[in-house]
């Protein structure tokens, strides 16, 4: 009888342990799925909340180039490069600003987006916008600064070929590269040949990073 009852309460006790064990197995997936859902939930608002803002710099990135375009690109001569070099200079400044604040943006942004799937309709199409937009807000900001630098090599090649005394003028700084952010081999933002700004170029905001209203 003894040896009965001691095991009876030794498949009692590996039931109970089973059980625990089991329970435990549930609450830890549980936990991780309520965790993983909150995460989840949490960069879905990151990107939702983070748009208007996004939208709202790229804009304001859009205005400065406009600007640029009118005042620095529009009838540009050799005598309107050198009196005005020091304005123009700023401009570029304040649209190489802007740039950086939108580039802080996405830099926040970019783990919630890139190979990002979101169970929401309206994150994944925001992060498109967002990861679109920056795309070619960098490199229509590249292909600016180019397009001006040439202008200033070609104005300083003028003055050496005809032995002015004149100063030369100093190109823009640029320490970044065209950037392919989805990977499909094209680099939205880019001119071919880097030819200075027309009226296309100007025209066209949406392949300047002019986001969508949502």
């Given at each position: ?18 059980l ?28 939702i ?15 400065i ?29 304040n ?22 799937l ?9 992060c498109?916008?967002i ?26 090649k ?39 700004l ?9 392949e ?7």
């Open positions: 009888m003894e040896v009965e009852h001691r095991s009876k309460r030794l498949a009692i006790m590996i039931l109970i342990g089973f625990l064990i089991v329970i435990g197995i549930i609450s830890y997936v549980v936990i991780n799925y309520n965790d993983d859902q909150a995460e989840v939930k949490k960069r879905m608002e990151a990107v909340n983070s748009y208007d803002t996004f939208k709202s710099d790229i804009d304001n990135f859009n205005s180039r406009n600007t640029i375009y009118d005042e620095v690109m529009q009838d540009m001569y050799y005598q309107t490069l050198k009196d005005n070099d020091i304005h123009f200079k700023d401009l570029f400044s649209y190489k600003k802007s740039l950086e604040i939108i580039d802080k943006e996405y830099n926040e942004l970019k783990d919630k987006c890139i190979n990002v979101h169970p929401n309709a309206d994150a994944n199409n925001k498109e916008a990861i679109v937009g920056y795309e070619e807000v960098v490199n229509t900001y590249i292909s600016d600064v180019k397009s001006y630098n040439n202008n200033i090599n070609s104005y300083n003028w003055l050496a070929d005809n032995n002015s005394g004149d100063p030369k003028l100093e190109e823009i700084k640029l320490d970044r590269d065209y950037i392919d952010v989805n990977g499909d081999r094209e680099y939205n933002g880019k001119r071919q040949g880097e030819a200075e027309d009226d296309s170029s100007n025209s066209s905001d949406v300047n990073g002019d986001l969508p209203d949502e």
